[in-house]
């Protein structure tokens, strides 16, 4: 009795186990079908060899990349995606895909790049939607140390890159980070005797910085802000800059696909060039500016780029510099920028005296539409300084 009572708890058991999970059976057809539309990419742009389905992970065998038209196609090797589970809308998310680490040579050129991998990945289901749901997104995106070599000579090398994303609770905007860490270039080995001369003056024969970027863009309104995009580099100086637009909606997104795919499927290369020209122009009547900022702080850079613009001239760098603050208001007023003039030419007498800091600004009072401002440069160039509320400032 007691024996049957056993057998029976385990079968009910087991049935309320089934019953409370939830069915789960990969489809590696549609999951390539939707993770090559999520990339944007078309059908047969990506293509693996075979597909491999155990469990919940995937194994994407001899991967390449490339058109669909004969073309020459890119191996990328193995790609492992582990956690693979069904997300809303028939999507998929992914805890992690992992790429094959690259090791490609070309002549005396090779590139290598390691630990590649998505964390976080969410394959939408409908990627032609006009909802962030129907957008590829990540939590991270990251590469570990890339190596270009010359003729085994170190030429290029980046330590590590990342790039985050997180998605508000409401799904109403996405912030996102990225930074490339360790940036090294090599620019002793330029063969040309004009180019190395200058890249010695000024030096840059070592460059060794970091790439960083920060902003968050608002699904609603469109409104993409970056508010760091910077490149900072030892003994040169650091270049930030910002932008503010609105109207870049999934909806301009899916518009634009669709306008690229139209394109592409053209056989008439001049026509669907024209095509896409004339739709573009109508997407950016979608766009409008907000603000931008562009501003270097600087390093060593200025007097030496000074010194060897002098050298050219038979003078010194403080001689040159004094030749250009000479000439800035007489740019100034070939450009008929009378309320800008004296602005500009404050602030590069100050910044020429003591390199320090530059800043342009543009704020509008108030937001202007994208094909206005282009209209503007066209027309009425010297209009733009007031219409996008242009200042500028050194050493603040």
């Known amino acids: 009795m007691l024996h049957i009572r056993s057998k029976q708890i385990l079968l009910v058991g087991a049935a309320l186990w089934l019953v409370g999970s939830p069915a789960f059976a990969l489809d590696g057809a549609d999951l390539m079908k939707k993770l090559t539309a999520g990339f944007n990419l078309q059908p047969g742009n990506i293509t693996p060899a075979s597909i491999d389905i155990n469990g919940s992970n995937v194994t994407l065998k001899g991967v390449t990349v490339g058109d669909t038209k004969g073309g020459s196609r890119l191996n990328i090797g193995d790609v492992q995606l582990t956690g693979v589970k069904d997300a809303k809308g028939g999507g998929y998310t992914v805890e992690k895909m992992t790429f094959a680490n690259i090791n490609a040579s070309e002549d005396k050129t090779k590139i290598t790049a390691k630990d590649l991998y998505f964390a976080g990945l969410y394959i939408p289901g409908n990627a032609n939607g006009d909802t962030i749901d129907s957008l590829m997104v990540y939590d991270e995106a990251h590469s570990g140390p890339i190596e270009v070599t010359v003729d085994g000579k170190q030429v290029v090398a980046v330590a590590e890159s990342k790039v985050t994303t997180e998605r508000s609770d409401d799904n109403s905007s996405l912030s996102f980070s990225a930074s490339v860490d360790g940036v090294k270039v090599d620019l002793s080995t330029v063969d040309d005797a004009n180019a190395k001369e200058t890249i010695q003056s000024l030096g840059l024969t070592k460059i060794d910085g970091t790439i960083t970027m920060e902003g968050e863009w608002e699904v609603g309104s469109g409104t993409i802000d970056i508010t760091e995009y910077a490149f900072d580099f030892a003994n040169i100086g650091r270049l930030d800059m910002a932008i503010s637009l609105s109207g870049y909606t999934p909806g301009f997104l899916k518009s634009l696909r669709e306008t690229t795919a139209a394109m592409e499927a053209n056989p008439n290369k001049e026509a669907a060039q024209q ?117 500028i400032s050194a050493n603040d």
Do not use: C, H
């Open 275 to 391: 095509a896409a020209g004339l739709a573009m122009l109508g997407l950016l009547q979608q766009l409008t500016f907000n603000s931008a900022q562009i501003s270097f702080s600087d390093d060593g850079i200025t007097k030496r780029s000074l010194n060897y613009a002098g050298k050219s001239q038979n003078v010194s760098g403080e001689q040159m510099a004094m030749m250009l603050k000479g000439m800035v208001p007489l740019a100034m007023a070939q450009a008929n920028l009378p309320k800008l003039q004296n602005a500009v030419s404050s602030a590069v007498n100050a910044y020429l005296d003591n390199p320090q800091n530059i800043t342009i600004t543009a704020e509008p009072a108030n937001p202007v539409p994208l094909p206005m401002i282009i209209g503007a440069a066209q027309a009425a160039p010297n209009s733009l300084p007031d219409m996008l509320g242009v200042s």
